[in-house]
DNA sequence: GTAAACCCGGTACCATAATACCGGGTCAAG
DNA sequence: CTTGACCCGGTATTATGGTACCGGGTTTAC
């Protein structure tokens, strides 16, 4: 009876996520309201299984649901028709993205400077510690 | 009066938090217990405003205010003596840090092709979208 | 034909990181 | 000596991103 649609746990499991965590995309609009069978089971075709792993990439690097659920939006419009708002979307994600990398290779380089004072010998007053200082300016 | 300590609304604004943010840090323990005067006042050293600073620019890092406690009580130690620990922790967050960079990096030439792809002007489908091709496999 | 495994919707609960609100105490200015 | 700005601790509420549990219906396998 699989006519190529899948049931939730199958969904869920192809996807590595919770049943519970699929309906709450669904509820939160990420994922569109599957089909019903008689019965009331979802069923939901193959490409959902991708557009979790999608969601979940994208969460990984910091986006919020709510800009995952605008990502898939326009992404997933029936023709690909570029506009004006996806231009602005990415290109102001991708400021955020390279503001988030700046202050990430900052503190990088601080805990570098941490590590490497570690291994010194010689104990010193924190006063004296530079990765101390470095991280109280900013 | 004012012996060089703060009371909580001067170190929330000079700090630019909410007075609540503060008790909750201390409450939290990322913040020392302060004094109290005879009222029961909380007063601070000014050291805290750097503290806070710490802890807001960590947490745009993504830091948790646990880890960011775990950091605290490291740098903090009466003397600077560079631990097994220290060591440890820069290095597991700096191979954190560069994982989350390789991710940005990814999602942003993800974001780029999106972009370019939206300055030309004939619509395609949405199969031969390179943008959603290289999103979905990541 | 019945038991296990699955599904339903709904509600409750969890952690994280705050923010809001409360009645009441304190303090400094006019 | 009162008014307003501040402080106290405590509780409640918010938002986010789920997870857990519920009674009851369905389906599958033996």
Redesign the interface.
Known sequence: MNLDKLKISQVAKAANVNVETVKYYVKRGLLSKPERNRAGYRLFSKSVI?DI??IK??Q???FTLNEIKHLLAL??????????A??TF??D??KD??D??S???Q??SL??L??S????PF????R??P??NK??K?
Not at 117 to 120: D, I, L, V, Y
Not at 123 to 126: C, F
């Open positions: 991708d792993l999608l990439k994208a990984e690097i910091g992404i997933k419009q029936d023709d690909y028709f570029p506009t004006d996806m231009y990415a290109m994600k991708i993205i390279n988030t990398i202050r990430l290779e503190f990088r805990l570098e941490a590590a004072q570690a291994s010194q104990p010193r007053s924190k004296d510690c990765v101390l991280i109280r900013g």
